[in-house]
Structures are given as structure tokens and as C-alpha cells.
Nanobody, 121 residues
Framework: QVQLVESGGGLVQAGGSLRLSCAASGSPVRINAMAWYRQAPGKERELVAT???????NYVDSVKGRFTISRDNAKNTVYLQMSSLKPEDTAVYYC???????????????WGQGTQVTVSS
């Protein structure tokens, strides 16, 4: 089983920056795509950014140009650098990983516990 642990959330003023980290522990044969989601109070969880094992990235329109997702495959860690933060970015941020326990099985999905990001105006 792969466990994901996020860190780096906190309180920041509008226009500020934060860097989230998510480290995967366990012994997967391979971690495929990794992603960041967020969920604001009263709203559904939304996909923020994804990154493949090869480094290809994708972002929701609302964060393009402000957020950057990256990963260190050697450390099984994914990052989310957030800049020019806005109050509407306030949410609990979750990381997600798609991984394979062995070469013959289908992929599985793990979620982190979430980290709170609060942007004050």
C-alpha cells in the first residue's frame, strides 16, 4: 500500500506564495500520474494539476500561470508551487497518486490526508 503525506499548507496573504509537498511511502513497483486536488467549503473536490511519470503537466484554467506542479521520482514526491495566491484558492489541498503494486496488476489510487491553505485578502 502507498501512503501519501502532504505538508506545506498554511495561512498566507493574497499575492503570496506557498509550496506544498506530498511524499509517497511504501513499495510500489511504479507510481504513474500524481495530482493535486482541492476542496473549498461547500464545494466539490476539483482537480488542480496533474503530472505524469514523464513530467507532462496539466492545470485547471484558474491556476494556469500561477501554480507549478513538479515531481522528484527518486523521492516519490510531488510538489505544488503556488504563487500570486488569491482568496478563492483557499481550500484543503489533497495529493493523489496512481500506482502499481506489481507489474501484473491494475493500478490503484491513494489519497493524502489533506493540508489546509488559507489565503487572506
Amino acid at each position: 500500500q502507498v501512503q501519501l503525506v502532504e505538508s506545506g499548507g498554511g495561512l498566507v496573504q493574497a499575492g503570496g506564495s506557498l509550496r506544498l509537498s506530498c511524499a509517497a511511502s511504501g513499495s510500489p513497483v511504479r507510481i504513474n500520474a500524481m495530482a493535486w486536488y482541492r476542496q473549498a467549503p461547500g464545494k466539490e473536490r476539483e482537480l488542480v494539476a496533474t503530472i505524469t511519470s514523464g513530467g507532462r503537466t496539466n492545470y485547471v484554467d484558474s491556476v494556469k500561470g500561477r501554480f507549478t506542479i513538479s515531481r522528484d521520482n527518486a523521492k516519490n514526491t510531488v510538489y505544488l508551487q503556488m504563487s500570486s495566491l488569491k482568496p478563492e484558492d483557499t481550500a484543503v489541498y489533497y495529493c493523489n497518486a496512481d500506482w502499481f503494486p506489481n507489474p501484473f496488476s491494475s493500478s490503484r489510487v491513494s489519497w493524502g490526508q489533506g493540508t489546509q491553505v488559507t489565503v487572506s485578502s
